[in-house]
């Protein structure tokens, strides 16, 4: 039996753990100075800005609309569409669907960064890409990636970054990422037992795994949120366990970004600690094969 660092969904009331892991892990080298490092650490994220340029951030734009219309109306567990609207909102395994997003997901630019911070070889755990399109693009609900990867793929420790690549502006009208900085520090023991097959529901509107309004609040009222706002080829890097969410879109303006799940080597799935069967590979993916930047 696996040692379980990080229970959740198991009582019937919510708790404020301390991680037991570090942020950034010892030993790691690569592109990030000193002071991008130290950043990493205390708020559990770091922002670049145009971190792709014009012309390459076209490639992947023109790559994303491909894969949209290719799949349109498609009936496929990896493609998530809105309730109600049936609207795409998101497709899943994206750096297997394409050439372009495949490159994009072991650029050197990205990969070295997320070694040096994990001090260790990555895999792809999860990709996807979230459409958010104008006025109808749904909230995605507070959460702490970590918790689900944890309690339904059975990831055992902190030791994994997300990379979301803009491929649209993300600004304050349409529904950008909202990040607490410092909450990683904390985990939030969640409420609710875990349903077989419960992604069908969650990938559409999560309502497990989600932190309860007074843990919410304490966190916020301790560290605050900000907004990663950009134009197109922005990046985001975040810690897997920074308390994250995003409003809807009820602008003009369509807002898709395109995630990388890099996990370490040295921190490889378990059985789940739902006790439950794994979550399809697109969603926690068992190959575990190093990117190759």
């Known amino acids: 039996?696996?040692?379980?660092?990080?229970?959740?969904?198991?009582?019937?009331?919510?708790?404020?753990?301390?991680?037991?892991?570090?942020?950034?892990?010892?030993?790691?080298?690569?592109?990030?100075?000193?002071?991008?490092?130290?950043?990493?650490?205390?708020?559990?994220?770091?922002?670049?800005?145009?971190?792709?340029?014009?012309?390459?951030?076209?490639?992947?734009?023109?790559?994303?609309?491909?894969?949209?219309?290719?799949?349109?109306?498609?009936?496929?567990?990896?493609?998530?569409?809105?309730?109600?609207?049936?609207?795409?909102?998101?497709?899943?395994?994206?750096?297997?669907?394409?050439?372009?997003?495949?490159?994009?997901?072991?650029?050197?630019?990205?990969?070295?960064?997320?070694?040096?911070?994990?001090?260790?070889?990555?895999?792809?755990?999860?990709s996807r890409v979230n459409y958010k399109p104008g006025f109808k693009g749904k909230e995605f609900n507070w959460h702490s990636d970590f918790e689900t990867w944890h309690v339904e793929d059975g990831v055992p420790r902190m030791r994994m970054i997300s990379c979301s690549v803009a491929l649209t502006e993300n600004n304050e009208f349409n529904g950008p990422l909202m990040v607490s900085p410092g909450s990683q520090r904390h985990y939030i023991s969640c409420v609710g037992a875990t349903p077989e097959n419960h992604f069908r529901q969650s990938l559409a509107a999560q309502e497990l795994g989600v932190p309860d309004p007074d843990s919410l609040r304490w966190l916020v009222d301790r560290y605050g949120l900000i907004q990663a706002k950009g134009p197109a080829g922005s990046v985001l890097l975040f810690d897997c366990n920074v308390m994250h969410g995003s409003n809807g879109n009820i602008s003009p303006f369509p807002r898709s970004n395109v995630f990388f799940v890099y996990n370490s080597?040295?921190?490889?799935?378990?059985?789940?600690?739902?006790?439950?069967?794994?979550?399809?590979?697109?969603?926690?993916?068992?190959?575990?094969?190093?990117?190759?930047?």
């Open 1 to 126: 039996m696996n040692q379980d660092f990080y229970p959740s969904r198991q009582d019937d009331s919510a708790a404020i753990l301390d991680r037991v892991d570090p942020v950034v892990y010892a030993g790691g080298c690569g592109p990030l100075s000193a002071e991008d490092v130290a950043f990493f650490d205390k708020n559990g994220f770091l922002f670049l800005p145009a971190f792709f340029d014009a012309r390459e951030t076209k490639i992947y734009q023109d790559e994303m609309q491909q894969i949209r219309q290719s799949l349109d109306g498609a009936d496929r567990d990896d493609v998530i569409v809105e309730p109600g609207s049936r609207e795409m909102r998101s497709v899943f395994e994206i750096h297997r669907n394409g050439d372009k997003l495949k490159s994009l997901s072991q650029d050197r630019r990205i990969v070295d960064r997320i070694r040096q911070l994990l001090a260790s070889d990555v895999y792809i755990h999860q």
């Open 265 to 293: 080597v040295e921190n490889l799935p378990v059985a789940p600690f739902s006790g439950l069967p794994p979550r399809p590979p697109f969603l926690g993916s068992r190959d575990f094969t190093p990117v190759a930047a």
